[in-house]
């Protein structure tokens, strides 16, 4: 049974967590500019998680991870799995392989990060994005911050991002909720108690920057 499990005494039978978890979870969707009732999420929503990103970056050095990657995007594209796996055996899809390892390989693990968003990013469509600054260059942070400032206020797009980021964090035209507070209160970026100790690192150590 899906989320269930013994209670404490099993006197008691099992109790069913899963749904008493998804409803304290509920959420509704709000209106849109003309107050009509929203009804369901843009089709192109997704939630990108850290492990996404480092699961593409990681395609880059296990030929495995790449060859599987390929055979399922040839199912998707109407093969089934035996024409996908004779095709990536034949001389030309090896020779595919290798021309998509190779490309892979010049960028790094950063470029590849900006390289998923560029991939996934499209308008109109609900973002939850955790961690996006994992494997990104401060320069990076910021570039990334500012193509979310762009997809959210030109293509109709929202994001919901849990980041440490001070780059971002400061770059992002966004409300910052600090989910260390109580009430989950709102708050300036520059309060943040991580944005803080980066301040007070560099703050005590100037002198080597003069």
């Not at 998923?116 to 469509?125: E, I």
Request: glycine share 4%.
């Amino acid at each position: 049974m899906r989320g269930q499990e013994n209670a404490t005494s099993n006197l008691y039978g099992t109790k069913n967590y899963y749904d008493a978890f998804c409803f304290e979870c509920s959420y509704c969707l709000g209106e849109d500019e003309l107050g009509h009732k929203i009804k369901c999420l843009p089709v192109n929503s997704r939630y990108i998680k850290s492990e996404d990103i480092l699961y593409e970056v990681k395609k880059i050095q296990q030929k495995q991870v790449l060859s599987d990657g390929m055979l399922y995007d040839y199912v998707k594209k109407g093969m089934t799995k035996e024409e996908a796996r004779q095709y990536l055996e034949s001389k030309e899809g090896s020779r595919q392989m290798e021309y998509i390892m190779f490309a892979q390989e010049k960028y790094s693990n950063g470029e590849t990060s900006m390289q998923y968003f560029d991939d996934f990013l499209q308008p109109d469509a609900l973002y939850l994005l955790d961690e996006p600054e994992v494997s990104l260059s401060p320069a990076n942070q910021v570039a990334l911050a500012k193509e979310i400032n762009d997809m959210a206020r030109w293509f109709e797009c929202q994001f919901i991002i849990a980041t440490h980021s001070p780059f971002m964090l400061g770059t992002l035209d966004a409300k910052i909720y600090n989910l260390d507070s109580k009430e989950y209160a709102i708050m300036k970026w520059s309060n943040l108690e991580n944005v803080r100790y980066f301040y007070d690192f560099f703050k005590k150590n100037e002198k080597e920057f003069e």
